[in-house]
């Protein structure tokens, strides 16, 4: 199977937040997350990410009903784990919930979730969520011990987070977290978790991912929307599934 591409579109509303915010209905509010994902398509993305945080610093709510309605691309809903956010993803009804930490001062998802800290607190939410027939990832550091919480838990993927990866820029630091990727993918595979990857992942570095095993799916955003800037989403879209063909699930 090929490595899919969950194309992040969040800061496509950043950039209409930060002129239209409280205003999203206005005819002027631009740019649209629901034309971003029409070109996202067109360019071969294969699923769409929104994630509406809790201060809504750049998704609303509805624009992840209107993204869902507007496109048949399967809707990847990131949440942190919070009784707001479990009622929307209740209506929202994703294909994909990807659980997520989130505290308002960070600028992006700075770490993976501690599932195996907060295992009582995940648990019910992911029953709640697959009792209504959405499948569950969970965005975790690459580290075994949380892959195996996550497969304890019942999840059905795991996001590896790739930021430490993508702020690697020496070999031996590279290394180690490529290292770190192989074992929990590894891991992911041996529990049968599909196993994605994202965060920080861009044109330049995506090449080194091709080392680690058993990946689905990456989930890409900021580069590709400021590549957007550029060529346009649809190109920009395109031109990361390009260099995701030189991927196989078992390098040699
Ligand atoms: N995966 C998760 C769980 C994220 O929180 C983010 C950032 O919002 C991404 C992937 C995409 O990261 P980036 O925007 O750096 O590509």
């Given at each position: 199977?090929?490595?899919?591409?969950?194309?992040?579109?969040?800061?496509?509303?950043?950039?209409?937040?930060?002129?239209?915010?409280?205003?999203?209905?206005?005819?002027?509010?631009?740019?649209?997350?629901?034309?971003?994902?029409?070109?996202?398509?067109?360019?071969?993305?294969?699923?769409?990410?929104?994630h509406?945080?809790?201060d809504?610093?750049?998704?609303?709510?509805?624009?992840?009903?209107?993204?869902?309605?507007?496109?048949?691309?399967?809707?990847?809903?990131?949440?942190?784990?919070?009784?707001?956010?479990?009622?929307?993803?209740?209506?929202?009804?994703?294909?994909?919930?990807?659980?997520?930490p989130?505290?308002?001062?960070?600028?992006?998802?700075?770490?993976?979730?501690?599932?195996?800290?907060?295992?009582?607190?995940?648990?019910?939410t992911?029953?709640?969520?697959?009792?209504?027939?959405?499948?569950?990832?969970?965005?975790?550091?690459?580290?075994?011990?949380?892959?195996?919480?996550?497969?304890?838990i019942?999840?059905?993927?795991?996001?590896?987070?790739?930021?430490?990866?993508?702020?690697?820029?020496?070999d031996?630091?590279?290394?180690?977290?490529?290292?770190?990727?192989?074992?929990?993918?590894?891991?992911?595979?041996?529990?049968?978790?599909?196993?994605?990857?994202?965060?920080?992942?861009?044109?330049?570095?995506?090449?080194?991912?091709?080392?680690?095993?058993?990946?689905?799916?990456?989930?890409?955003?900021?580069?590709?929307?400021?590549?957007?800037?550029?060529?346009?989403?649809?190109?920009?879209?395109?031109?990361?599934?390009?260099?995701?063909?030189?991927?196989?699930?078992?390098?040699?």
């Open positions: 199977m090929n490595l899919l591409l969950g194309v992040n579109i969040d800061h496509v509303a950043t950039l209409r937040q930060a002129r239209y915010s409280g205003m999203v209905d206005s005819p002027n509010a631009e740019p649209s997350p629901v034309e971003a994902a029409e070109d996202a398509l067109a360019g071969g993305a294969d699923s769409i990410t929104i509406v945080r809790g809504r610093r750049h998704m609303q709510e509805v624009d992840a009903y209107r993204v869902k309605q507007a496109t048949n691309l399967p809707l990847n809903f990131e949440m942190g784990n919070t009784q707001e956010m479990i009622d929307i993803a209740l209506k929202l009804k994703p294909d994909f919930v990807c659980l997520v989130e505290t308002r001062e960070e600028v992006t998802t700075e770490g993976g979730l501690d599932v195996a800290g907060l295992y009582d607190s995940l648990e019910p992911v029953k709640t969520l697959q009792a209504a027939g959405v499948q569950i990832s969970m965005f975790i550091d690459p580290n075994v011990e949380q892959v195996e919480a996550s497969a304890n019942g999840a059905e993927m795991v996001e590896l987070h790739t930021g430490c990866f993508a702020n690697a820029h020496t031996e630091a590279r290394e180690l977290e490529i290292t770190r990727l192989k074992q929990s993918a590894i891991a992911g595979h041996n529990f049968k978790l599909q196993v994605n990857a994202g965060h920080g992942i861009n044109y330049e570095n995506i090449h080194f991912l091709n080392a680690v095993p058993h990946l689905a799916e990456f989930n890409i955003g900021h580069t590709i929307v400021a590549r957007a800037m550029r060529v346009g989403l649809t190109q920009a879209v395109r031109e990361m599934k390009e260099l995701m063909k030189a991927y196989s699930p078992n390098p040699i």
